[in-house]
T-cell receptor, first 112, second 113 residues
């Protein structure tokens, strides 16, 4: 199995631009999670989906952030407009029914 | 979820056992103890979990005290590749709409050559 696949691995953009991060979960997994990691705040859960339905989005910082899961094999996290404080590593993870999450390698976002 | 307390950092010599403690004195009867680790620049990695019995897998052993108020993750023969931040997390075993896997600050383990 290829594991959780995230793209892009690195993104550098300017303030105000739209950023889209992508995630392909492990085939057969029914839950998908988006986390953000910064030095100041550590690992934060942004949102998670069960069977493609958002279950908890209370960690999404503000309306500039949105996440979708149109099908079981794809999810996106969008930031529009981006700000320098959004600079972080964004991790996607998937799991099957329990709390054994498999994480991707992360997308490192830098907003100038 | 019950709160956990871990030492901020530890070290051990390569080839020796690394014993990482975790206190979870307010754990509920239906909550499991999960351990994850994060090697630098990588995503977190699941290690092991348990309810009340000791557990062992190819990566580590988990020892949970009889009163379940604390546990120890044991890496039996630590290698340099085990240098990472280790997170102890307490969760209800099965997902429900109110549960979230929340990472604290963990223990930074340094394995010395």
């Amino acid at each position: 199995d290829a594991g959780v696949i995230q793209s892009p691995r690195h993104e550098v953009t300017e303030m105000g631009q739209e950023v889209t991060l992508r995630c392909k979960p492990i085939s057969g997994h029914n839950s998908l999670f988006w986390y953000r990691q910064t030095m100041m705040r550590g690992l934060e859960l942004l949102i998670y989906f069960n069977n493609n339905v958002p279950i908890d989005d209370s960690g999404m910082p503000e309306d500039r952030f949105s996440a979708k899961m149109p099908n079981a094999s794809f999810s996106t996290l969008k930031i529009q407009p981006s700000e320098p404080r959004d600079s972080a590593v964004y991790f996607c993870a998937s799991s099957l029914g329990v709390w054994e999450l498999f994480f991707g390698e992360g997308s490192r976002l830098t907003v100038l | 979820d019950a709160k956990t307390t871990q030492p901020p950092s530890m070290d051990c010599a390569e080839g020796r056992a690394a014993n990482l403690p975790c206190n979870h004195s307010t754990i509920s009867g239906n909550e499991y103890v999960y351990w994850y680790r994060q090697i630098h620049s990588q995503g977190p990695q699941y290690i092991i979990h348990g309810l009340k019995n000791n557990e062992t897998n190819e990566m580590a052993s988990l020892i949970i005290t009889e009163d379940r108020k604390s546990s120890t993750l044991i890496l039996p023969h630590a290698t340099l590749r085990d240098t990472a931040v280790y997170y102890c997390i307490v969760m209800v075993g099965k997902k429900s709409s109110g549960d979230k896997l929340t990472f604290g600050t963990g223990t930074r383990l340094a394995v010395r050559p």
